[in-house]
Every structure is written in C-alpha cells, then in structure tokens.
C-alpha cells in the first residue's frame, strides 16, 4: 500500500474526504518528523509501536567494488519497534 492508497482507505474508513484524510496523514508524519528534529530520543504511540532514535558508532568497512577499506562515520539512525496492536494485526 503506497501513501494515496491509504489516504483513500483512511478516508473511507473515516467517512471524511480523501484531501481531509491526506491533512490528518501529513500532520501525524510531519509532527513525528518535527519531534525527532527537536531531539526527542522515543516517540511512543501505546499499541502502535514507538519511532527510537539509534547512535551508531563510527567503523571500518569496504567498497564492495574495490575491496578498498574505508571509513563510516557515526550516525543516528531511525528505528521503529510494533507495539502489541501491531504485531497482533500482523498475525
């Protein structure tokens, strides 16, 4: 399912318009994105599942064209975990 074809079900689901649906995605996406921005380490929607931010550690790695060793640097990278009503919905 790509974004227009959830802002359709969610519309559907919801009996609002799909422009209404679409302004409910796009505020719930871009608040969690501007939260994380903000710094927040875990944003928890209880059953949904939480959005984690993870701190990698610089190390060594390979071009895999090459063989040359080279350099990763650290980096923060975006974990989501299901919660309980996800996994079960997954079954």
Known sequence: MNKGELVAFM???SGKSK????????LSIDSI???MEQGNEV???VGFGSFHIKSRNARK?????TG???NIPAYKQ???RAGNKMKEACK
Request: net charge negative; no cysteine.
């Open 19 to 26: 422009a209404e649906a679409e302004r409910a995605l796009n």
């Open 61 to 65: 790695g390979r071009n895999p064209r």
């Open 33 to 35: 994105l501007a939260a």
């Open 43 to 45: 944003i928890n929607l």
């Open 78 to 80: 975006p974990v989501f």
């Open 68 to 70: 040359e060793e080279i």
């Open 11 to 13: 519309a559907e689901f």
